[in-house]
């Protein structure tokens, strides 16, 4: 059944000039439809591009294809380059970051006016900060396996509502454990100060005349660098069943926020935002991990899963790895397999009434902070254990879960996997975000660093090129986002004020 896992990755990176500095140009026309096209889209920004891969049942499969649409971008931005860094590159003003600009359909509209909303709510500069996303199901016909899942309490018959139980029971461990993540893949320990303008006291040192970092840290990404946001942190979803995780993230794309009210939706007659609620949309609520179900046209996330259950999970704590051309390595991805299979198969004890771990979101943050200082200890059910100690528990149970990777699916790199994380544990300076320290302490500033290596990936992937089969088949998907765009924007049927009013009411209550 193993051999039906799939995975399939999204990941973002700015467009920027060959200096490093922020693309204020459309998104190029080579590239299709930002809003129709299957792979290539853009995020918050219109020079953050998001490549986006399907779902694969192997680890080189979804890298494959990650390296082709890499070769298919490399190839439409001409001289641009695309920044393979979780932290931005050199941004200009603020209100010369342009928002991503979809054409005036009402599906693009709808997009675009989110992120006018996102602005205003947390500014643009920590809109700019990338990263990816990865995505991974187990085989549906595993969670009725009773000797793997014994603990269920739901009817093996209700194959919905078992299933979920299960991916719920999945993101309790991974909440458990996911400060392991931040120590062996967190990349940003460090930024160009260009970032930081405006911030007050920021914490960080410095390090030469233009670059901020922290000695111990592993992902500023995934610290509240930046991000000021005083109406999620009152947002504690609750991750012991899905029908009170649905009720609480209904509740907050439901109930206004005195300060967005202020704000109000539109601004001399132009909207700003979508609404004035706790959270737009579900997908405002930034998480390290979602439930996840596909959505047909016009429906709503939280409608999706409660009508139909949990499809998969989104895991949204990885930093872009700066020295993967694609981001990410097969090596990574394969670990990624075991570590969330462990996360399904340990068994996994409800958090307390609220649903919420305190002790696993301060270990997180610790380890984003200072993961790699030595003789860290974090908490476990209230006991400080050294972080080197239990990321070595927790790696050996992973081991038992590549073991059974490897053997049923034929791939001995799910052992290797697992060993090189080892490594790290082992010695510090193996680590993404210490690599990444010790060449910028080596003379190198972040953004001297971060734009050689982007220089380098593109070459990379200019010098790979296209086949002329692969050349073909970006034209015709080209073209045919295109197409596709203009039959929305002639849709001119409903006005976009009867859209956001129609898009709103398409939410039901779970």
């Not at 793997?148 to 299933?163: A, G, K």
């Amino acid at each position: 059944m193993l051999a039906g896992c799939q995975r399939g990755i999204e990941k973002e990176g700015l467009r920027v000039d060959r200096q490093g500095w922020l693309s204020t140009h459309s998104h190029p026309l080579a590239l299709g439809s930002a809003l129709t096209h299957p792979h290539i889209t853009t995020d918050y920004s219109e020079a953050l591009l998001e490549l986006i891969t399907n779902t694969h049942h192997s680890a080189n499969g979804v890298i494959e294809e990650l390296d082709w649409v890499h070769r298919l971008a490399v190839a439409g931005l001409g001289e641009e380059l695309l920044w393979n860094h979780s932290m931005p590159a050199l941004l200009p003003a603020e209100p010369d970051i342009p928002i991503a600009w979809y054409g005036d359909s009402n599906t693009g509209m709808l997009k675009h006016v989110y992120r006018r909303g996102l602005a205003v709510r947390y500014g643009k500069l920590m809109q700019c900060i990338a990263g990816l996303h990865y995505n991974f199901s187990l085989p549906e016909a595993l969670w009725t396996h009773e000797g793997l899942f014994p603990h269920s309490h739901t009817d093996e018959s209700h194959q919905s509502s078992r299933q979920s139980e299960g991916y719920v029971a999945l993101i309790r461990n991974f909440v458990r454990h996911s400060w392991l993540l931040m120590y062996l893949f967190g990349a940003s320990p460090a930024v160009s100060n260009n970032f930081l303008r405006g911030q007050g006291d920021h914490g960080l040192q410095t390090l030469g005349s233009t670059t901020a970092y922290l000695p111990w840290a592993t992902s500023l990404r995934m610290s509240d660098l930046g991000y000021q946001n005083k109406a999620q942190s009152t947002l504690k979803l609750c991750y012991n069943d899905l029908p009170t995780f649905l009720n609480r993230l209904y509740s907050a794309v439901t109930s206004p926020w005195p300060a967005y009210e202020a704000i109000g939706t539109k601004r001399d007659g132009q909207w700003i935002q979508l609404n004035c609620n706790l959270l737009q949309i579900e997908n405002e609520f930034y998480s390290t991990i979602r439930p996840k179900r596909t959505t047909g046209r016009g429906e709503r996330p939280i409608t999706a899963l409660a009508e139909r259950g949990v499809q998969y999970v989104e895991v949204r704590c990885l930093d872009i790895d700066p020295f993967e051309p694609t981001g990410i390595s097969a090596q990574s991805v394969r670990f990624m397999d075991a570590f969330l299979l462990y996360c399904a198969l340990e068994h996994s004890p409800q958090f307390g009434d609220d649903g919420f771990c305190v002790e696993s979101a301060q270990n997180f943050n610790s380890v984003v902070i200072q993961g790699r200082k030595p003789e860290l200890a974090l908490s476990r059910n209230g006991i400080p254990v050294g972080l080197a100690q239990w990321a070595s528990e927790v790696l050996e149970r992973i081991a038992d879960c590549a073991d059974l990777l490897a053997t049923e699916l034929n791939d001995d790199g799910y052992r290797q996997a697992v060993i090189t994380q080892q490594h790290k544990v082992n010695d510090i300076s193996l680590t993404p975000s210490a690599r990444v320290l010790a060449t910028i302490q080596a003379g190198q500033s972040f953004h001297e660093f971060a734009l050689q290596l982007s220089h380098a990936h593109a070459e990379h992937f200019r010098n790979a090129g296209l086949t002329e089969q692969e050349r073909q088949s970006a034209q015709a998907m080209r073209d045919e986002s295109i197409a596709a765009q203009k039959l929305l924007e002639a849709d001119k049927s409903v006005s976009f004020e009867q859209y956001v009013q129609d898009f709103h009411l398409a939410l039901k209550a779970p």
